[in-house]
């Protein structure tokens, strides 16, 4: 079956501009998650949905960045006035409810935004 | 503060041996640890998860020791091929389903 979807692959954008980041999960999972990584770093949780429930946003590093979710589908992740330190993947990652045993996410590809 | 560390530096090792990756963190009480695998350019790629009142799993050639004491877990890959060869990144279930990732062991296994 299809997994996580994430578009565009690549973005290039000037420092200033805002970008839109798109998420599709895989359908059925209730649970995504959005991350950024850094060359040479691990992953930095930015936010997490939960079906309905109000997302866990904690992760945001300042208030340029923010995230939407459409019921249990698509996520899309903005950042306003990018800065070059916004340069990084950003990566995408689903899954089964809370109450599944694994607690296993599932990642898209990413999205590697470069600002210049 | 609350840390995980991973060793950064590479891990080099001859096929066939096994493969010891460690994952320390600190200042957590983690209900249960992942293992992930990255290739370069992908996502991250589940492999195991181990509670906190687990010791041991296993899976084919991967083995994860889960020391709550020491806070510590441990990585296995045994009879190792050069497919393995990869970055491994342990994670944390901190609470509220945050996950945090440690940075990685970039793992290269030569023939």
């Known amino acids: 079956g299809a997994g996580v979807s994430q578009s565009p692959s690549n973005k290039v954008t000037e420092k200033g501009k805002d970008v839109e980041l798109r998420c599709d999960p895989i359908s059925g999972h209730t649970a995504l998650y959005w991350y950024r990584q850094r060359l040479g770093q691990g992953l930095e949780f930015l936010i997490y949905?939960?079906?309905?429930?109000?997302?866990?946003k904690s992760g945001l590093p300042s208030d340029r960045f923010s995230a939407e979710r459409t019921g249990e589908s698509v996520s899309t992740l903005t950042i306003q006035r990018t800065q070059q330190e916004d340069s990084a993947v950003y990566l995408c990652?689903?899954?089964?409810?809370?109450?599944?045993?694994?607690?296993?996410?599932?990642f898209g590809p990413g999205t590697r935004l470069t600002v210049t | 503060s609350q840390k995980i560390e991973q060793n950064s530096e590479a891990l080099n090792i001859q096929e066939g041996k096994t493969a010891t990756l460690t994952c320390n963190y600190t200042?957590?009480?983690?209900?249960?640890l992942q293992w992930y695998r990255q290739d370069p350019g992908r996502g991250p790629v589940f492999l195991l998860l181990i509670r906190e009142n687990e010791k041991e799993k296993r899976k084919e050639r991967l083995k994860v020791t889960f020391d709550t004491t020491l806070k510590q877990s441990l990585f296995h890959i045994t009879a190792s091929q050069p497919a393995d060869s990869a970055t491994y990144l342990c994670a944390l279930y901190t609470g509220g389903f945050k996950t945090i990732f440690g940075a990685g062991t970039r793992l290269f296994v030569k023939a």
């Open positions: 949905f939960q079906g309905n429930s109000a997302p866990d």
């Open positions: 200042n957590y009480s983690p209900a249960y």
């Open positions: 990652a689903s899954s089964l409810s809370r109450d599944t045993v694994s607690y296993e996410q599932y």
